[in-house]
């Protein structure tokens, strides 16, 4: 199998990222890719922006035009931790029902957040040996610590490979904790003392994980393959907000500390589509107080924008030279399906591939 | 001024600690700031609370009445800090957590981080008895599970010191009357279908009310002597006619997608209704050609009793 190509949509919450990205999947489509779209956000935008609904598996998304095709991947986060469980212990089925008498493993889906990003970069790589993918568009989570998700696989990689295991799984089982004679035996009595009856869940959690050490790994390097693979592009979405800017500027920082320093910055809602039909209303004599006032509002609210957005583009320009910037349509209509598509239009995909 | 609209009746008092919350993007940190900006300016003293690295805060609430306390909570030094009584010392609590095993469990599994966090924030409140402290929580998903995360390690531990930590977090923090949930939202569809689930999860996972449900961004109504002007004017067979048919059809979309809207919030505050806080506490506030500033929302949270 053949790398695909990987393009990580990131930004602040509210900027329109999950329309975007799938606008984004679809116009990569049209242009004759088979591409997949996967959404880690945990809320359900792309089941509304798409149609698609949650699942392990992706779904073939129609394209009314074009000559690829389009897939999408939206895993449930609450089942993040039983599917990640199936993956792990695929072979080891008695592991599953001791976990899932562990009342820790329970606890762990809010304690660990990475699970969710780790699930869904897994079942994506599925999807795309299964599929075929030749480009997948993944839509991060909508927040400023987005880009944390790429660091919580190898923090989970960090504390299940490491010596670490062993210990916590010999924390509940040693007896003679109250021996002082070596350093770690009184860290171990003061952890035991601090979580009380607990401490014997957390040991036969850590036993378990120690089994699947090297099927974790796997996961993890299919995680770094797609996440943190230095031909990945990160794409960084905003809206005309200062705070959206500040978004960016912190995940612009943050990518480029990784040495994933953003190849495209897309700006939502940059203009409003020309309208001519304002000005031959305006010209004409026929209309009414009421339509002239409107008119008068559209014209206001189209300047407003018109200065955010010059804001927006102006402070990326000069920040930000030498990133290209994709400025979209602000669009009104009542079906969000229809947005994807009309946004769709206004990617230029090879300047935006040759980046 | 504010749409008032959405409010019914007038709205229940705050309770000490005030929990802000709501997706990124929002207007969280306005409404935040705003709100404590108007309880310092009606009881001279408040404090405004956020975590990370502060920038927020600075950036809407540059001229800060004196009374206002802003201060900023760092997840990355909290378990130590809040663990310290736990195990007796500060270098005790060191040598437990801050070591090679402990360390990287800190890392990847942040609800440890945010127990810390909760602990520092319950200290913040009993430092400050009488003032409201008003908590602008990190973006949704997150926030909620944070506050869920004393309960269940009250649950987890069952007794021990851990326990008791988490016990005393939840009695004198996150509990009604001590605590009240605000969320924050947008009138966008996809939006509101993510509050509404906020709120189903405070309700029935946190066990806090939702005190107000504050919606920002509130697009005024398309006028309706417009879009009827515009749809006689459209049989018209010329180009104006044809013009005004694409006003009116401009005008039923903002039309149809506010109604939507409104629809959502009615069906929240029903849902979540029935004598309880959202019903009473929906709060409209304007869309403004700016980002505004925490004393102007500070000003439409009072005209609107939100405050």
């Not at chain 1, 790589?125 to 989570?141: F, G, N, S």
């Not at chain 2, 306390?69 to 800090?81: N, Y």
Request: hydrophobic content about 45%; charged content about 25%.
């Amino acid at each position: 199998m053949s790398r695909p190509r990987v393009i990580v949509c990131s930004g602040g919450g509210g900027v329109g990222k999950t329309t975007t990205s799938a606008a984004l999947a679809l116009a990569l489509a049209k242009s004759g890719s088979r591409a997949l779209i996967v959404s880690i956000d945990p809320a359900r935008r792309l089941a509304d922006a798409m149609g698609v609904e949650l699942g392990t598996k992706a779904r073939e998304i129609s394209l009314d035009a074009g000559r690829g095709q389009l897939f999408a991947l939206m895993p449930d986060p609450h089942n993040a931790l039983r599917t990640f469980i199936e993956i792990l212990f695929e072979e080891e089925p008695g592991s599953i029902e001791r976990l899932l008498k562990n009342r820790l493993y329970l606890a762990l889906e809010a304690a660990v957040p990475g699970i969710h990003e780790i699930v869904a970069m897994s079942l994506t790589w599925r999807a795309v040996v299964d599929y075929d993918i030749d480009v997948v568009v993944i839509d991060t989570a909508p927040s400023r610590n987005a880009v944390d998700f790429i660091g919580y696989p190898k923090r989970l990689a960090k504390l299940l490979g490491g010596r670490a295991v062993g210990w916590m799984a010999a924390i509940g089982k040693r007896t003679n904790i109250a021996s002082q004679d070596d350093r770690m035996g009184r860290v171990e009595g003061l952890l035991v003392r601090a979580l009380g009856p607990v401490a014997r869940d957390v040991a036969g959690l850590f036993s378990e994980m120690a089994r699947v050490r090297e099927r974790f790994i796997m996961l993890n390097e299919h995680t770094s393959e797609l996440l943190l693979h230095p031909d990945t592009r990160y794409f960084l979405v905003a809206s005309l907000t200062a705070a959206a800017r500040d978004d960016v500027d912190y995940l612009f920082r943050k990518l480029s500390a990784l040495e994933l320093a953003p190849r495209a910055l897309i700006i939502n809602s940059a203009f409003v589509p020309k309208r001519d039909w304002i000005e031959a209303l305006e010209s004409s004599d026929e209309t009414t107080t009421a339509i002239r006032e409107v008119l008068a509002a559209l014209d206001e609210e189209e300047l407003t924008r018109q200065r955010a957005a010059e804001r927006t583009t102006g402070a990326f320009s000069r920040r930000y030279p030498n990133v290209p910037q994709v400025r979209l349509p602000f669009i009104e209509v009542v079906e969000p399906r229809s947005i994807v598509h009309a946004l769709a239009d206004h990617f230029d995909i090879p300047a935006l591939l040759a980046q | 001024m504010p749409t008032n609209e959405g409010t019914s009746g007038a709205h229940v008092q705050l309770a000490p600690a005030v929990f802000v919350t709501g997706k990124g993007g929002v207007g969280k940190t306005t409404v935040a700031a705003g709100l404590a900006l108007a309880a310092a300016e009606a009881d001279g003293e408040s404090v405004y609370v956020e975590f990370g690295d502060a920038a927020g805060g600075r950036r809407v609430l540059r001229n800060r009445p004196s009374g206002l306390e802003h201060i900023t909570l760092d997840p990355s030094r909290a378990v130590v800090k809040a663990a310290t009584p736990v195990f007796g010392s500060a270098r005790l609590a060191k040598l437990a957590l801050d070591n090679f095993a402990m360390r990287p469990l800190i890392r990847a599994a942040p609800a440890i981080r945010e127990l810390g966090v909760l602990e520092l924030a319950r200290q913040v409140v009993a430092e400050h008895p009488g003032k409201r402290v008003v908590f602008d929580m990190p973006a949704t998903g997150h926030s909620v599970a944070w506050l869920k995360v004393a309960r269940q390690g009250r649950e987890l531990t069952g007794k021990g010191p851990v326990h008791d930590v988490c016990a005393r977090i939840e009695d004198e923090l996150v509990s009604p009357g001590r605590a009240s949930v605000v969320v924050v939202t947008l009138p966008e569809r996809l939006v509101l279908f993510e509050t509404l689930a906020l709120c189903d999860t405070v309700e029935k996972e946190v066990g806090l009310l939702v005190d107000r449900l504050v919606v920002n961004r509130v697009p005024q109504a398309p006028s309706a002597a417009a879009l009827a002007d515009a749809a006689a004017l459209s049989k018209t067979p010329d180009r104006v006619g044809e013009a005004a048919a694409k006003l009116a059809e401009l005008l039923s979309v903002r039309t149809t997608v506010r109604e939507q809207v409104i629809n959502a919030l009615n069906e929240t505050v029903h849902r979540h209704g029935e004598g309880k806080g959202v019903e009473k506490g929906l709060t409209l506030l304007p869309m403004a050609a700016k980002d505004p500033t925490a004393a102007t929302v500070a000003d439409w949270l009072r005209a609107a009793g939100a405050a």
